[in-house]
């Protein structure tokens, strides 16, 4: 099986090393190493991880990702590329293909694109069809609360309804599958996507 999730780390890995740790991320205010400090929090501190997505916890994930942040860069960065711990869910390959081939690719571009002079990068087809087997229950999550509906079309790979269609119209989001999970994920301004529909539909999104 090809391991998405795995060259996306360690392309992100070469992205952080060649930037250093003091470099802008489209998480603003996040700095490289603010970024670093959570995946590896992420990954390998589930007793603070949680934080995440559970508000009560945000002061003490925030404490202990500050200090990841500041610690040695070389060491943050190896964390990240050496994988997650045996211990992990994700050190299971499928897992991790599931779980970080989204995380890791999102935030490669989160670093990629925050530089005034990025390029796109020309991603293997076989990526961009694994990107969008993702990217429909991706967005589905994600924009779950749309005003409007909202498909996504990936010419050659296919068309997906992720949002249903409401009174204020449907809006067709356009792109390849990456630029649709960026989109997805509330990277709107950075995604190269188009978008169509009525002017209503359009103001409402």
Known sequence: ???????????????????????????????????????????????VAAGIVFPPMAGRLEK????????????????????PPPWSPTALGRVDEAINTAEFFVHHEDVLRADPH?????????????????VSR???MQLARAHVGV??????YGQCQVHAD????????????????LYSFGRREAAQVELSGSAEALTAI
């Open 64 to 83: 202990v990702q500050n200090g990841y942040a500041a610690g040695d860069w070389t060491r943050l960065i190896h964390q990240i590329r050496s994988g």
């Open 166 to 181: 409401t009174d204020l119209g449907t809006v067709v989001v356009t792109g390849t599958p990456g630029e649709l999970l």
């Open 138 to 140: 991706a967005a589905r």
């Open 118 to 134: 990025w390029s796109s990068r020309t991603l293997p087809v076989d990526l961009q069809a694994a990107l969008w087997g993702i």
């Open 1 to 47: 099986m090809t391991r998405f999730a795995r060259s996306e780390r360690q392309g992100l890995c070469d992205t952080f090393e060649r930037v250093g740790p003091n470099a802008p991320t489209l998480c603003s205010p996040w700095l490289t190493r603010d970024l670093a400090a959570h995946l590896v929090v992420r990954e390998r501190r589930p007793d």
């Open 151 to 156: 498909v996504f079309v990936a010419p050659v």
